[in-house]
């Protein structure tokens, strides 16, 4: 039982401070007394007084609202293991025994054992009330000792542990939930990706074919078609550029990092950029690295971020304007590079926004197309290499982009050596010699641009399926030289299929070219892990098509070997 005392003030013979001083220490003791009242009485604590045994010898009252015994009811009778539920208290006396390497011990000694060393120690454990109702508990155990340093026993305070348990049960459900809801984004976007990429390979590659065609157009049919087109190339970089996004967003972009030449990739960045540089009567002032430099990261992504840069700036200059490119040593382990415009310049409060998504800064009723996500993305493409990006703009005079990235040392092998298109010891083909292809697609937009892309090769004979399993009794019976197969067919999958045709001694040599509107890069990598010689994105680029389709064709005629895995985005 706890004990306090009161003293009460002698009556009679002290003096007047005596009797102050008296009455401070009762005031202190009656303090004292509260508070230990109060601890004891608490009803959020369970404390609980054992003696050396273990048996019960002080039950509070927040142990009695916990458990729903009263005090007399357990005071002198149990000991406190006998209120938890007991298979925890075995396993807990199995894991004491594993971790000190002792006989397992029963009951209440496990609980106190590493108390009784001196060690505090705390468990969680079920407790099990009168009722039989059970709440999760966290339990303090303390050992007591009297002034001799004897053991006299223990002290347990416990809390009620549902609330947190409850908060964890939760927190590990809504990881679940958020966890299926990123599957269902990626999913989500997979499709979207394809389903809208199907459509506008129509669209494209009928108005490529259009284009094209030798038959006489008019001025306004031709107009008509490049409009067509046009916008056709402008929506799938819409659609590249948010799924890009929302990769990144995701945290599933894949880098492949590796130690590249800033002149090549700058040098590439000239080819593809003079011609809107042209369009918009912008010199471009490519100032080329004083002596070779290097950096790690992602080529591809680079030229993205480059080109990106670069397009604004011509974009937003003034017709005459120029675009300079600096590339400069900022740190020995940083480069940055420079894309200085003589655009209108941005005022303060519009740099600040300037790397928002879908944020335009007004620029939407300027006529120059753009969905406000690139630089967002350059943004955040930078920062995943381990750069920085920024701007300095003065209104009036011009902005300077630039971009930090991480310097790397020359490499000891040339990396990224030009594509040099393998050269062919072959004969050349005999005009006449008629060569069969065999197209397996289920769409029929698809199917007939093909087919009529074919047919402009009067050599090229096209056999057709819809569907896999008439694929593969096509390529059996004529023995094609190529295969272009879609990948999402009903029934079996494009990518089955091509096992299956590599499993077959009589179709396993014949070079199979994937032709997908599965576009995302984890899509094309499957794919061409699986053993597509190519894989070509929809929408088909006419002329990128009838490329892979001729490396395809020598790669049949070279050898009865597998062609060189390579990608080929048609985007
Ligand atoms: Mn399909």
Not at 388 to 411: C, H, K, N, Q, Y
């Amino acid at each position: 039982m706890p004990k306090y005392s009161l003293s009460r003030a002698a009556p009679g013979d002290v003096g007047t401070a005596a009797v102050t001083n008296e009455i401070r220490r009762q005031q202190a003791l009656l303090k004292a007394g509260a508070l230990q009242n109060a601890i004891l009485n608490s009803p959020n604590f369970s404390i609980i007084a054992t003696d050396e045994k273990g048996i019960i010898q002080l039950f509070n009252v927040g142990a009695e609202r916990m458990l729903g015994y009263t005090a007399a009811e357990v005071v002198n009778r149990i000991n406190p293991s006998d209120m938890h539920d007991p298979l925890e208290v075995e396993a807990r006396a199995r894991s004491l025994s594993l971790e000190l390497n002792t006989p397992i011990l029963p009951g209440f000694e496990a609980l106190a054992f590493k108390a009784s060393r001196g060690i505090d120690d705390s468990y969680d454990l079920t407790y099990i009330c009168k009722d039989g109702s059970r709440f999760p508990a966290v339990v303090s155990i303390t050992a007591l000792r009297d002034d001799y340093d004897e053991l006299i026993g223990y002290l347990l305070i416990g809390a009620d542990n549902s609330v947190r348990k409850q908060f964890e049960l939760e927190l590990t459900d809504a990881k679940a939930t958020a966890e299926a809801a990123n599957r269902a984004k990626s999913e989500f976007l997979s499709n979207m990706s394809h389903e809208l990429r199907s459509p506008l390979n129509a669209i494209l590659g009928f108005a490529q074919l259009l284009a094209s065609d030798a038959a006489p157009q008019s001025d306004n049919q031709r107009e008509s078609t490049e409009q067509i087109l046009h916008a056709g190339w402008y929506l799938l970089d819409l659609i590249n550029e948010v799924l890009d996004l929302a990769l990144i967003e995701s945290g599933k972009l894949l880098l492949s990092m590796e130690p590249m030449s800033l002149e090549d990739v700058l040098l590439d960045c000239q080819s593809m950029i003079d011609p809107q540089a042209q369009k918009h009567r912008v010199v471009m002032d490519f100032r080329p690295p004083p002596a070779p430099m290097f950096v790690r990261a992602d080529r591809t992504r680079v030229k993205q971020i480059l080109l990106n840069l670069l397009s604004n700036a011509i974009k937003y200059n003034r017709a005459g304007g120029t675009v300079a490119i600096e590339v400069s040593v900022r740190s020995p382990d940083r480069i940055r590079i420079t894309v200085r415009d003589t655009g209108a310049g941005l005022s303060p409060d519009k740099v600040s926004q300037l790397f928002q998504p879908f944020n335009r800064l007004g620029q939407q009723a300027g006529g120059e197309e753009g969905t406000g996500i690139g630089l967002v993305m350059t943004k955040r493409l930078v920062e995943l290499m381990g750069g920085v990006i920024g701007v300095e703009s003065t209104v009036d005079v011009g902005s300077a982009f630039w971009v930090e990235l991480v310097r790397a040392p020359r490499p000891c092998f040339a990396h990224g050596a030009p594509d040099v298109p393998p050269t062919h010891a072959v004969p050349a083909p005999l005009d006449c010699e008629l060569r069969t292809l065999l197209y397996v697609e289920d769409n029929p937009a698809n199917l007939k641009l093909v087919q009529q892309l074919i047919a402009r090769r009067p050599n090229l004979r096209l056999l057709t399926a819809t569907d896999a399993s008439a694929g593969i009794e096509l390529a059996r019976a004529h023995l094609p030289e190529v295969i272009l197969m879609d990948i999402n067919l009903p029934g079996i999958s494009g990518i089955r299929a091509l096992k299956l045709l590599r499993e077959d001694p009589l179709t396993r040599h014949i070079p199979v070219v994937a032709i997908s509107a599965n576009a995302m890069p984890h899509d094309i990598r499957k794919g061409l892990e699986a053993g597509f010689c190519r894989y070509l994105t929809k929408p088909i680029r006419v002329d990128a098509f009838m490329n892979a389709l001729d490396a395809a064709l020598d790669t049949a005629r070279a050898a009865p070997m597998r062609g060189q895995a390579r990608q080929d985005e048609a985007s």
